[in-house]
């Protein structure tokens, strides 16, 4: 092939020649994932505009368990990571990989079984989220078997045909794209595995008890990890999510698409290469700074906060090599829509990788964490750079898949400012949403008290922004079905039969026949070898992802001072943990936090600050991120009024006026199964918190069920329903948990056994047995 | 810089011998400003863990906090917070509409969520505090008891949410509302009990004299 210039680097012209082989690419699986991206994309930009809604107006939750926002907006983010820009990435890599490679994919049977598996994972999270089996972390919520299956997704099928196609390619040098679709690979698989290691209920349950456990109980899983540990994980895990699966991704289908699409050479090379390696180095140590002034050490908030500092530039470089490149054409942007979408999509990365980490200072995360201000930051980087990154491609791939024209240029065109337009009208609201709820927050009086002391009323003012947000997300969606509509017009006038173009090239010499570059460490000739191996290539950037997650975790594991520890805490009691997984089930996460970082403002709103030690027993954590409602960590000292919350499930814009929480009356009807409490209690002793006799028979259930005979009386007695038709219901669980939040720290240490807190339970058995 | 490094930070826009697909590679530095920047976020991280964990001058976040609860408590309650809790305490708050005013927005803050606001109580959660009988108390004084101590189950106690002087101005503010008769009150429940501070010696005129 005429691109094997002579020149330092390629085949030496005197080599023995070898025999050219033919090939041809597999284009199918590149449509299947990219009608894939296209459809679950309507799919997730339509629950986004549902949630939307709810929050404007909190009727729209129609008061159904399965439509309430904490569960459909795990779905929505979901849908909009791993269906949409993951179908988006898939398409990308896959059609871009074989042409790098001048390889067809190794197994066409992988690449079906890729496709088929990673559907059939869209199809379960859609099915299991609203029905609120979750773990409860965020973009990490889908359970165990769910985990394991996208495991054996992406590494067995997808990560195997991937290295092997690489590994058999006929290209030698491999470009830069690929450098990114190898980071992502290795990356993601290392964070979803060390991010999801659990124990699941149902099988200790049948284990220990010999009982087939509920079908609710077979989905449940709780993590290994806990409190401070648990929350550093997940955000290592759920920072790089960003990273390494809506940014490197993304990167390596802008370095390909974008120079075909411009038809210009890429800026520098150079550039790839700084940009590349300092990218994938310092992402890996960001996570913390989503929970900075949290009960995380300081030390390792700093570290994230640093790193994230640091991480401007090397993201940058990615904008600059694809703005640069565009050099030239600039003319062409305005007449074609595919560089439209790419000039504004990079430009969209550019902002929100300077807006990262400004808002990772802790100065400026004091104001900004928990509102709205991190959502539209988010959606500026999913929608604009994501977004539009993937319909640039699309419009150019499509009418190439296809083999014919694009159906109409101006649809495409006016797509992409509906979705422009779009996205200005909801960031720009949520921004004014986010800094307003923050200030109020923060706000004090003359007297030195805070002006907007009850949380309702920073809530209310920001109903018609969320009304902007909700019609830019329309239109955002209105526009992604017009391009639908274009890319089926365009498939009805695909050919008969596809034109399957056969390419030749040499087979590579497993030896590189080639002369070596020469230079010293600034001329980049060192990682032009490293182009030549991939395998090399893979492992150096194994080494380059692992560090920052090792440094940064394995002190938090095993250095004691990072989460004194605090006499009077002590587990959850059965009823409570029953309780808890009600309250992850349901996703009350997404509008709640349970953090009070030690800040005036919030001291004097919710009580004293929240310490690492008050979390031991939490598996998972719910910090939380985003406090839609008031964070609930002291619930139980300001407000352990049972009745109250019973009120409060059935109508809580009955209790607070203007309050936009969904209805749970559902709940007060539920039936809680107190049977599968012994498997919750034995998993959690498992991973070692000391129920003691609790893990024996029934007492597990016995001791539940007392203590929701007290909690169902206490609502009896304040006016409400009678306690026989309470004490057996899902709410009283979840009552008893948040009468449990952050009331630790009050008692007495004398009076408390940590060791062996349930040491003195007697069952009934036990208590019938002393009066014979 | 010199001639020759400048010259490599040139945009020359030569091509590399790189063909990936067709799409070719300038050989063109990175930008000097990116280097520049790179380098300067680098030296603020420095600069930023040595001045924040390494220095003596470093206050860590609590005693930052600390310093500010120092400084609001001064503000906002001056004098009052030299005066132990007790019945005095509440008559002292008494003295001035202002810390009355601000015991009412403590009240709006912890306790309308079942006295309902301006105290006129919710059926089956919180007492009418705006008529002249009651349950649980007989003197001011026993204001703080409830606010203290809590009631079995009937109301939480308010020692882990508020501070002695915001008890005392909640209780001042309480006591202000006798006889107030909301319009939307709750039915009374209770029995009468002598006007507040009657059985105190006082500098009142009525029991001075």
Same mark, same amino acid.
């Given at each position: 092939?005429?691109?094997?210039?002579?020149?330092?680097?390629?085949?030496?012209?005197?080599?023995?020649?070898?025999?050219?082989?033919?090939?041809?690419?597999?284009?199918?699986?590149?449509?299947?994932? #990219?009608?894939?991206?296209?459809?679950?994309?309507?799919?997730?930009?339509?629950?986004?505009?549902?949630?939307?809604?709810?929050?404007?107006?909190?009727?729209?939750?129609?008061?159904?368990?399965?439509?309430?926002?904490?569960?459909?907006?795990?779905?929505?983010?979901?849908?909009?990571?791993?269906?949409?820009?993951?179908?988006?990435?898939?398409?990308?890599?896959?059609?871009?990989?074989?042409?790098? &490679?001048?390889?067809? !994919?190794?197994?066409?049977?992988?690449?079906?079984?890729?496709?088929?598996?990673?559907?059939?994972?869209?199809?379960?999270?859609?099915?299991?989220?609203?029905?609120?089996?979750?773990?409860?972390?965020?973009?990490?919520?889908?359970?165990?078997?769910?985990?394991?299956?996208?495991?054996?997704?992406?590494?067995?099928?997808?990560?195997?045909?991937?290295?092997?196609?690489?590994?058999?390619?006929?290209?030698?040098?491999?470009?830069?794209?690929?450098?990114?679709?190898?980071?992502?690979?290795?990356?993601?698989?290392?964070?979803?595995?060390?991010?999801?290691?659990?124990?699941?209920?149902?099988?200790?349950? !049948?284990?220990?008890?010999?009982?087939?456990?509920?079908?609710?109980?077979?989905?449940?899983?709780?993590?290994?990890?806990?409190?401070?540990?648990?929350?550093?994980?997940?955000?290592?895990?759920?920072?790089?999510?960003?990273?390494?699966?809506?940014?490197?991704?993304?990167?390596?289908?802008?370095?390909?698409?974008?120079?075909?699409?411009?038809?210009?050479?890429?800026?520098?090379?150079?550039?790839?290469?700084?940009?590349?390696?300092?990218?994938?180095?310092?992402?890996?140590?960001?996570?913390?700074?989503?929970?900075?002034?949290?009960?995380?050490?300081?030390?390792?908030?700093?570290?994230?906060?640093?790193?994230?500092?640091?991480?401007?530039?090397?993201?940058?470089?990615?904008?600059?090599?694809?703005?640069?490149?565009?050099?030239?054409?600039?003319?062409?942007?305005?007449?074609?829509?595919?560089?439209?979408?790419?000039?504004?999509?990079?430009?969209?990365?550019?902002?929100?990788?300077?807006?990262?980490?400004?808002?990772?200072?802790?100065?400026?995360?004091?104001?900004?964490?928990?509102?709205?201000?991190?959502?539209?930051?988010?959606?500026?980087?999913?929608?604009?750079?994501?977004?539009?990154?993937?319909?640039?491609?699309?419009?150019?791939?499509?009418?190439?898949?296809?083999?014919?024209?694009?159906?109409?240029? $101006?649809? #495409?065109?006016?797509?992409?400012?509906?979705?422009?337009?779009?996205?200005?009208?909801?960031?720009?609201?949520?921004?004014?949403?986010?800094?307003?709820?923050?200030?109020?927050?923060?706000?004090?009086?003359?007297?030195?008290?805070?002006?907007?002391?009850?949380?309702?009323?920073?809530?209310?003012?920001?109903?018609?922004?969320?009304?902007?947000?909700?019609?830019?997300?329309?239109?955002?969606?209105?526009?992604?079905?017009?391009?639908?509509?274009?890319?089926?017009?365009?498939?009805?006038?695909?050919?008969?039969?596809?034109?399957?173009?056969?390419?030749? #090239?040499?087979?590579?010499?497993?030896?590189?026949?080639?002369?070596?570059?020469?230079?010293?460490?600034?001329?980049?000739?060192?990682?032009?070898?490293?182009?030549?191996?991939?395998?090399?290539?893979?492992?150096?950037?194994?080494?380059?992802?692992?560090?920052?997650?090792?440094?940064?975790?394995?002190? !938090?594991?095993?250095? $004691?001072?990072?989460?004194?520890?605090?006499?009077?805490?002590?587990?959850?009691?059965?009823?409570?943990?029953?309780?808890?997984?009600?309250?992850?089930?349901?996703? &009350?996460?997404? &509008?709640?936090?349970?953090?009070?970082?030690?800040?005036?403002?919030?001291?004097?709103?919710?009580?004293?600050?929240?310490?690492?030690?008050?979390?031991?027993?939490?598996?998972?954590?719910?910090?939380?991120?985003?406090?839609?409602?008031?964070?609930?960590?002291?619930?139980?000292?300001?407000?352990?009024?049972?009745?109250?919350?019973?009120?409060?499930?059935?109508?809580?814009?009955?209790?607070?006026?203007?309050?936009?929480?969904?209805?749970?009356?559902?709940?007060?009807?539920?039936?809680?199964?107190?049977?599968?409490?012994?498997?919750?209690?034995?998993?959690?002793?498992?991973?070692?918190?000391?129920?003691?006799?609790?893990?024996?028979?029934?007492?597990?259930?016995?001791?539940?069920?007392?203590?929701?005979?007290?909690?169902?009386?206490?609502?009896?007695?304040?006016?409400?329903?009678?306690?026989?038709?309470?004490?057996?219901?899902?709410?009283?669980?979840?009552?008893?948990?948040?009468?449990?939040?952050?009331?630790?720290?009050?008692?007495?240490?004398?009076?408390?056994?940590?060791?062996?807190?349930?040491?003195?339970?007697?069952?009934?058995?036990?208590?019938?047995? #002393?009066?014979? | 810089?010199?001639?020759?490094?400048?010259?490599?930070?040139?945009?020359?826009?030569?091509?590399?011998?790189?063909?990936?697909?067709?799409?070719?590679?300038?050989?063109?530095?990175?930008?000097?400003?990116?280097?520049?920047?790179?380098?300067?976020?680098?030296? /603020?991280?420095?600069?930023?863990?040595?001045?924040?964990?390494?220095?003596?001058?470093?206050?860590?976040?609590?005693?930052?906090?600390?310093?500010?609860?120092?400084?609001?408590?001064?503000?906002?309650?001056?004098?009052?917070?030299?005066?132990?809790?007790?019945?005095?305490?509440?008559?002292?708050?008494?003295?001035?509409?202002?810390?009355?005013?601000?015991?009412?927005?403590? /009240?709006?803050?912890?306790?309308?969520?079942?006295?309902?606001?301006?105290?006129?109580?919710?059926?089956?959660?919180?007492?009418?505090?705006?008529?002249?009988?009651?349950?649980?108390?007989?003197?001011?004084?026993?204001?703080?008891?409830?606010?203290?101590?809590?009631?079995?189950?009937?109301?939480?106690?308010?020692?882990?949410?508020?501070?002695?002087?915001?008890?005392?101005?909640?209780?001042?503010?309480?006591?202000?509302?006798?006889?107030?008769?909301?319009?939307?009150?709750?039915?009374?429940?209770?029995?009468?009990?002598?006007?507040? /501070?009657?059985?105190?010696?006082?500098?009142?005129?009525?029991?001075?004299?």
């Amino acid at each position: 092939m005429a691109s094997h210039a002579p020149a330092a680097a390629s085949e030496r012209p005197g080599a023995p020649s070898r025999g050219l082989e033919s090939f041809t690419y597999d284009d199918a699986i590149v449509r299947l994932f #990219a009608w894939a991206t296209v459809i679950w994309g309507i799919v997730a930009f339509l629950v986004g505009v549902v949630i939307a809604v709810q929050l404007a107006f909190p009727a729209a939750n129609l008061g159904l368990p399965f439509t309430a926002f904490g569960r459909l907006r795990p779905l929505h983010t979901n849908a909009a990571i791993f269906a949409f820009a993951g179908n988006s990435i898939f398409a990308a890599i896959y059609y871009s990989t074989q042409r790098l &490679c001048k390889a067809r !994919m190794w197994s066409d049977k992988l690449s079906r079984l890729h496709f088929w598996g990673w559907q059939a994972i869209i199809v379960s999270a859609a099915l299991t989220l609203p029905l609120g089996i979750t773990q409860g972390k965020e973009y990490a919520e889908l359970e165990w078997p769910i985990d394991l299956a996208i495991a054996v997704v992406w590494v067995g099928f997808f990560g195997v045909n991937f290295f092997m196609t690489l590994i058999k390619r006929r290209e030698r040098h491999m470009y830069v794209a690929l450098w990114f679709y190898i980071a992502t690979i290795v990356t993601v698989a290392m964070l979803h595995v060390f991010n999801n290691l659990w124990i699941p209920a149902g099988l200790v349950h !049948m284990v220990k008890n010999g009982e087939m456990p509920s079908p609710e109980l077979v989905m449940k899983s709780y993590p290994i990890y806990a409190g401070v540990q648990d929350a550093l994980m997940q955000w290592w895990y759920g920072h790089n999510a960003v990273a390494f699966f809506l940014t490197t991704p993304f990167l390596g289908l802008m370095y390909y698409f974008l120079p075909k699409a411009a038809e210009r050479p890429v800026f520098s090379y150079k550039l790839s290469i700084v940009h590349f390696w300092s990218l994938v180095f310092i992402y890996i140590w960001a996570g913390p700074h989503h929970l900075h002034y949290t009960a995380l050490p300081d030390w390792a908030s700093t570290l994230g906060m640093v790193f994230s500092v640091m991480l401007w530039m090397p993201s940058w470089g990615g904008m600059i090599n694809g703005l640069l490149t565009l050099r030239g054409a600039w003319n062409r942007v305005a007449a074609d829509p595919v560089l439209k979408f790419f000039v504004v999509g990079v430009t969209f990365y550019g902002m929100s990788t300077f807006e990262g980490p400004m808002l990772s200072v802790k100065l400026v995360n004091q104001l900004s964490h928990y509102t709205d201000w991190t959502i539209a930051h988010v959606h500026s980087g999913a929608l604009g750079w994501n977004g539009l990154m993937t319909f640039g491609m699309l419009y150019w791939l499509m009418p190439r898949l296809f083999q014919t024209e694009l159906y109409s240029k $101006k649809l #495409a065109t006016a797509h992409f400012w509906l979705a422009t337009i779009g996205i200005a009208l909801y960031v720009l609201s949520i921004y004014a949403a986010g800094i307003t709820q923050g200030l109020m927050w923060r706000a004090f009086d003359e007297t030195g008290r805070l002006q907007y002391p009850s949380f309702i009323e920073t809530v209310v003012n920001l109903i018609p922004m969320y009304w902007i947000r909700a019609v830019g997300g329309t239109m955002f969606l209105a526009g992604a079905v017009m391009g639908l509509y274009n890319f089926i017009q365009t498939w009805r006038n695909r050919p008969e039969q596809y034109e399957e173009v056969v390419h030749q #090239a040499p087979a590579l010499n497993p030896v590189f026949e080639g002369q070596a570059e020469q230079g010293g460490f600034f001329s980049g000739a060192w990682h032009r070898a490293w182009e030549r191996r991939p395998v090399k290539f893979t492992v150096m950037v194994l080494i380059g992802v692992a560090i920052g997650g090792i440094v940064e975790a394995i002190p !938090m594991f095993l250095v $004691k001072s990072n989460v004194p520890s605090i006499a009077t805490v002590t587990p959850y009691t059965p009823l409570e943990l029953a309780g808890r997984d009600i309250y992850v089930s349901e996703g &009350c996460y997404n &509008c709640h936090s349970q953090m009070i970082r030690p800040l005036y403002a919030e001291t004097v709103r919710y009580g004293e600050y929240s310490k690492p030690g008050e979390f031991i027993y939490d598996h998972p954590f719910q910090w939380g991120s985003r406090r839609i409602g008031p964070d609930l960590a002291r619930e139980g000292v300001t407000n352990p009024n049972a009745f109250w919350h019973w009120q409060h499930f059935e109508n809580p814009s009955l209790i607070t006026p203007g309050s936009i929480m969904p209805s749970y009356a559902w709940m007060l009807k539920a039936k809680l199964n107190f049977n599968d409490i012994k498997g919750r209690v034995d998993a959690m002793a498992m991973l070692g918190v000391p129920y003691g006799p609790l893990v024996e028979g029934e007492n597990a259930v016995e001791h539940a069920r007392r203590q929701a005979a007290e909690i169902a009386f206490e609502i009896e007695s304040s006016g409400g329903p009678l306690s026989e038709e309470t004490q057996d219901t899902k709410a009283i669980a979840l009552i008893a948990y948040l009468k449990r939040l952050g009331t630790d720290l009050y008692k007495d240490p004398t009076t408390v056994n940590a060791q062996n807190p349930f040491g003195d339970f007697k069952s009934n058995r036990e208590v019938t047995d #002393a009066h014979d | 810089m010199s001639a020759e490094q400048k010259k490599d930070s040139i945009v020359h826009d030569d091509l590399l011998d790189h063909n990936y697909d067709g799409i070719q590679e300038y050989d063109n530095p990175t930008p000097s400003w990116w280097h520049m920047i790179f380098l300067g976020t680098m030296l /603020f991280s420095v600069f930023y863990i040595v001045v924040m964990h390494l220095s003596p001058i470093t206050r860590t976040r609590y005693e930052v906090l600390a310093q500010h609860q120092e400084a609001a408590l001064e503000k906002q309650f001056g004098e009052l917070r030299r005066i132990p809790l007790g019945e005095e305490k509440i008559r002292k708050a008494l003295e001035n509409e202002q810390w009355v005013a601000m015991g009412a927005t403590i /009240f709006e803050e912890r306790c309308v969520l079942c006295h309902a606001e301006g105290g006129r109580g919710i059926q089956g959660l919180g007492l009418n505090l705006t008529d002249d009988v009651y349950k649980n108390i007989e003197t001011a004084g026993d204001i703080l008891n409830v606010l203290t101590n809590g009631i079995g189950t009937a109301m939480p106690s308010q020692r882990a949410n508020l501070d002695d002087n915001e008890m005392a101005l909640v209780a001042a503010y309480v006591v202000s509302l006798r006889n107030t008769n909301h319009p939307q009150g709750i039915p009374p429940e209770g029995k009468p009990i002598p006007p507040f /501070f009657s059985d105190t010696p006082t500098e009142q005129p009525a029991s001075g004299g």
